[in-house]
Structures are given as structure tokens and as C-alpha cells.
Nanobody, 121 residues
Framework: QLQASGGGLVQAGGSLRLSCASSGRTFATYTMGWFRQAPGKEREFVTGINWSGRTTSYADSVKGRFTISRDNAKNTVYLQMNSLKPEDTAVYYC????????????????WGQGTLVTVSS
């Protein structure tokens, strides 16, 4: 139901934009989140956005560099990543829930398959 795309290889300092498209008819009611999982590490919260786009939340590690947005007409949420660092290397997952923006992965009920972002130094 959720399809993430846009990952790839980029040099440190570069940018990427991830997209997550939903095939569901109720996308506009979802809170959406992005999580990431680096090799050997636990999955961590990156950012989230509520159904209207008026409420967002960011992990401290990405504040000022990443921006989440959504287009409910296109059933898509985006993650603009600027000033990328090697430590941003991870598989990025989009997820959806019906509640408030949350940093807890257990609050999200739908998950995309993940897209790999590799940042070279």
C-alpha cells in the first residue's frame, strides 16, 4: 500500500528527495512518518507529518537539513534531504498511522518496503 522511492548514492553535502506513494483511498487521513535503519542499528524515527501538513516533527539529527511534506491530491509524502552526511546512510521507510505524529515505530500500522540511501564521504 505504501511505495517508497528516490533513494540512491550521493556524495556528502548533496541532496536527495524521497517519495512515498500510497494506493489507499484514505491517504489524506493518515499521519505519515519516515524512519531509517542503518546497518547493525535499530530503526529510528526521522520525521513525521500529520494529515493536514500543519504539524511536523523531526529528529534532532536531521533538523534544519531534512523537510517532510505531503500532497494529499497525489497521495504522496516527500522527504527532502539536504546537506547529507555519511551517517545518514540507511534504508529509509515510510509509514502511516491514524493518530498523532509519533516517533514510536509501534504506533505506525502500514509500512513501505524501504529505499536505500547511501552517502559517500
Amino acid at each position: 500500500q505504501l511505495q517508497a522511492s528516490g533513494g540512491g548514492l550521493v556524495q556528502a553535502g548533496g541532496s536527495l528527495r524521497l517519495s512515498c506513494a500510497s494506493s489507499g483511498r484514505t491517504f489524506a487521513t493518515y499521519t505519515m512518518g519516515w524512519f531509517r535503519q542503518a546497518p547493525g542499528k535499530e530503526r529510528e524515527f526521522v520525521t513525521g507529518i500529520n494529515w493536514s501538513g500543519r504539524t511536523t516533527s523531526y529528529a534532532d539529527s536531521v533538523k534544519g537539513r531534512f523537510t517532510i511534506s505531503r500532497d494529499n491530491a497525489k497521495n504522496t509524502v516527500y522527504l527532502q534531504m539536504n546537506s547529507l552526511k555519511p551517517e545518514d546512510t540507511a534504508v529509509y521507510y515510510c509509514a502511516a498511522n491514524y493518530g498523532a505524529v509519533s516517533s514510536r515505530s509501534s504506533d505506525y500500522i502500514y509500512w513501505g518496503q524501504g529505499t536505500l540511501v547511501t552517502v559517500s564521504s
